[in-house]
């Protein structure tokens, strides 16, 4: 445990005593909302960031301790465990290196090794290793065990070479330098199957691909990987990437020097060159390979899991609109619009249908429908999905507003993504057990205007469409990733007990399923909550659960105001402190900034409350019931901008950012397909994430570089300023020769370098003196974020 905490400590950069609460606090069950808000006197300042990385780390080292204790045990029974194996064992602080030193030990199938080892070949391998003068084919025929299955002086030395391809493969100080050369300068490459050519257009940028094999970025591996996976491309390991040279490969020269080999002129050196390259060609490069590949998976599946964290998180914390009457529209052509208003607190209060599309037309006929409803139902705000038949309807709203003179409601574009998930499972047909499936999706757009974070929680976050290659990831690891995300999102938000769903509820740390059914349950049959502590009255909802949720609920108009604010139960003494020290009330206490700069600390009770925990009540008290979402804001698509058709290069427009990838951020701008910013043109200085710019819901201006209506592809630039030349490209910044995330010029083909799944390469051909231009960035990435955004 100790040895644990302090290499936690040392790769967080903290001291080993915050770890070491933290990971007590967590074995006790605390949840990581809980511990990063209400326990920083014990973690000293933890955040949810350090404490999710903790338990990560935490668990990958139990699972290595675990690991190493079943290795030592196993090693000692066999009676090989030696003093310096046992150092070596309990040293290693990577799964990797723990297994290379326990291969040896390792029971395992018989080999061609290990036969060759029961027929007596074993002094023949070590006097060719250790006296080269030694004539191979003479000393091999000392060595013929023709009842054994090596009848001549061939069979004996290709029992050798199984020997040493056996002991190289186990020889955990070989491959450590070879790992460790591998990692210097190998390349990953990447070709096509020629037979299948024709069938792997869209893998083209990778039809003859290599680059450095650590630093592949996680989107173009993923890419190589699925181009693999579906028989199209071929990748392997060049070790010596710069070497004309067929035959010669540095790995057997380490491997010489690793054994003290010096090879010239000597009768045994032309057998052991080859046997060393036979070894590193049947053994070692595909054990090396398959290594490393699967580090580059892992790895390429961590990286498209924290994009896609980081865009839910995005997404979650969006701005909400608060609470209004909404209208939702689903819109719709041949099948109609589908409409729900819904009250300020969420209610469904009526629906429709309309058909103002192609073929019914009935363009006036749906406005009345509407304007009828705006006006009977005071509706504040009108959510339109940005589905099929957007803009069409987007153009009928705005007639709508208009005719509104009394109570013009304010028209926006709501991501739909993922609502006819929610409109079609258990979760909808619960709540509306009569309703119809297509309207249930009016009513979850119009929800998610109001608060996108309340509703967002009801949709598998898979569904919603903010990730890079989640398909080819590890499902239960993003799974248990985006789970985080969401719990850190409400928790940070806080959630009203007596109007969240059950979705919402069973988000708040310390809460499951069945304890925020029970809550909705009891809520149903008591009627509202009116203080924290009638909580513990819910069924399976005890003391524990009440200490690690009963923070972040929230009870409005309730009996004691501290209800409704993040200062939690334990801490309302102190609060009544405060109220004894200043001779005052709660109520002339709280949003009082005046009064609550005059609480002293030091005359409080001792030991009653830490000083991290004192401030944040007072912050608390300060603003009562904050959001941390900023503030409300809509994008205005341009007007008679509704098709590609309708675009045209130098075009200044408004949209919001959908997505964000490491090579860029998509941007919906009202035309049914979302168009591309490139990293490098996010802005004019060097960017490493994309995140630093931009994030999913921002409210953008971008300009139009070039648009390909045939393959549906938007170039776009945050650069206002650029110059749109008549490619429809810009010119060049200094950025752009340096955009590729090492901050080196751009010297090799540049096509395919940020794509990530459909390719264009060949189209633009890198200039020898320029970097390319917005144009070739276009074409060369823009179909690739098209397959991503499906």
């Not at 199209?232 to 060049?238: E, G, M, N």
């Amino acid at each position: 445990m100790s040895q644990i905490a302090q290499q936690i400590a040392q790769e967080l950069n903290v001291n080993t005593a915050q770890i070491t609460a933290a990971i007590n606090l967590l074995d006790e069950g605390a949840t990581v909302p809980f511990i990063a808000r209400y326990r920083k006197e014990a973690t000293h300042g933890l955040d949810d960031g350090h404490l999710r990385s903790l338990a990560t780390r935490l668990t990958y080292l139990r699972e290595l301790a675990e690991r190493r204790q079943v290795v030592l045990t196993n090693i000692e029974q066999q009676g090989k465990l030696t003093q310096g194996l046992r150092q070596a064992i309990e040293s290693a602080d990577n799964k990797t290196r723990l297994e290379d030193l326990y291969l040896p030990y390792k029971p395992k199938r018989r080999t061609k090794g290990q036969m060759a080892i029961e027929a007596g070949l074993e002094p023949l391998a070590d006097m060719l290793f250790g006296d080269l003068t030694t004539v191979p084919e003479q000393a091999a025929k000392d060595f013929i065990n023709t009842d054994k299955g090596f009848s001549t002086s061939e069979d004996v030395l290709a029992g050798v070479v199984s020997i040493w391809a056996e002991r190289s493969g186990e020889d955990a100080e070989l491959l450590a330098k070879l790992r460790n050369h591998l990692k210097k300068q190998a390349h990953l490459v990447c070709k096509v199957v020629k037979a299948k050519q024709g069938e792997a257009a869209k893998y083209r940028d990778y039809f003859a691909h290599q680059e450095v094999l650590v630093k592949v970025p996680a989107h173009r591996m993923l890419a190589m990987l699925r181009g693999k996976n579906e028989g199209f491309l071929r990748l392997s390991i060049a070790v010596d990437p710069s070497s004309d040279s067929k035959s010669y490969c540095s790995a057997h020269d380490i491997i010489a020097q690793h054994y003290g080999l010096r090879l010239s002129n000597q009768a045994a050196a032309k057998f052991i060159t080859a046997l060393i390259q036979q070894v590193w060609k049947t053994k070692l490069s595909g054990q090396f390979e398959t290594e490393f590949f699967g580090a580059l998976r892992e790895q390429a599946e961590l990286a498209s899991i924290n994009v896609f964290a980081s865009n839910l998180k995005d997404l979650l914390m969006a701005a909400p609109a608060g609470a209004k009457v909404t209208m939702g529209i689903d819109p719709g052509l041949r099948t109609g619009c589908k409409v729900a208003v819904i009250d300020d607190t969420g209610k469904l209060v009526q629906t429709a249908t309309i058909y103002p599309h192609a073929p019914q037309n009935n363009w006036d006929k749906s406005m009345r429908t509407l304007v009828n409803l705006a006006r009977q139902q005071k509706v504040e705000l009108i959510a339109i999905g940005n589905g099929t038949g957007s803009r069409e309807t987007d153009k009928l709203v705005a007639e709508v507003v208009a005719a509104c003179a009394d109570n013009k409601p304010t028209k926006v574009m709501v991501s739909e993504a993922g609502a006819s998930v929610y409109s079609a499972s258990e979760l909808a047909a619960a709540e509306f057990p009569e309703l119809d499936v297509s309207i249930r999706g009016a009513v979850s757009i119009a929800r998610r205007l109001q608060d996108p974070l309340a509703e967002l929680v009801k949709i598998d976050p898979k569904a919603i469409g903010v990730g890079q290659y989640q398909h080819d990831v590890s499902q239960s690891a993003l799974t248990a990733s985006l789970d985080d995300v969401i719990e850190d999102c409400v928790n940070a938000v806080g959630v009203d007990v007596n109007s969240a769903s059950a979705s919402l509820l069973s988000r708040v740390a310390g809460l499951t399923k069945t304890i925020a059914q029970n809550i909705v349950d009891y809520r149903d049959q008591h009627g509202r909550f009116s203080d924290r502590n009638q909580l513990l009255k819910v069924a399976r909802l005890g003391p524990k659960a009440f200490e690690q949720a009963a923070g972040f609920l929230r009870i409005r108009a309730g009996d004691n105001k501290l209800d409704n604010t993040g200062v939690h139960p334990e801490s309302y003494p102190v609060v009544a402190a405060m109220i004894a020290q200043l001779a005052t009330q709660v109520d002339e206490l709280i949003a009082n900034q005046s009064l609550l700069a005059q609480v002293d600390y030091q005359t409080l009770p001792a030991n009653m409350v830490g000083e991290l925990t004192f401030k944040d009540i007072i912050d608390e008290l300060n603003k009562p019931g904050r959001d941390p979402r900023p503030e409300f804001k809509v994008a205005q698509f341009k007007e008679g901008v509704e098709s590609l058709a309708d675009l045209t290069p130098g075009m200044v427009l408004e949209g919001v950012i959908s997505n964000v990838a490491n090579f860029g951020a998509f941007v919906d701008i009202g035309v049914h397909q979302d168009g591309l910013v490139h990293i490098s043109a996010l802005t004019n200085k060097f960017v490493s994430d994309p995140r630093e710019i931009v994030k999913a819901g921002d409210v953008v201006k971008v300009k139009v570089l070039e648009c390909d209506v045939e393959r549906k592809r938007i170039n776009l630039t945050m650069r206002l300023d650029d110059d749109v030349n008549t490619a429809g490209g810009a010119k060049p910044t200094k950025q752009q020769n340096h955009q590729q995330g090492n901050g080196k010029p751009v010297q090799k083909s540049y096509a395919g370098k940020h794509n990530a799944g459909k390719h264009n390469a060949g189209k633009h051909k890198p200039r020898k003196d320029k970097a390319p231009t917005n144009a070739a960035m276009g074409n060369a990435f823009a179909d690739a974020f098209a397959k991503l955004k499906k």
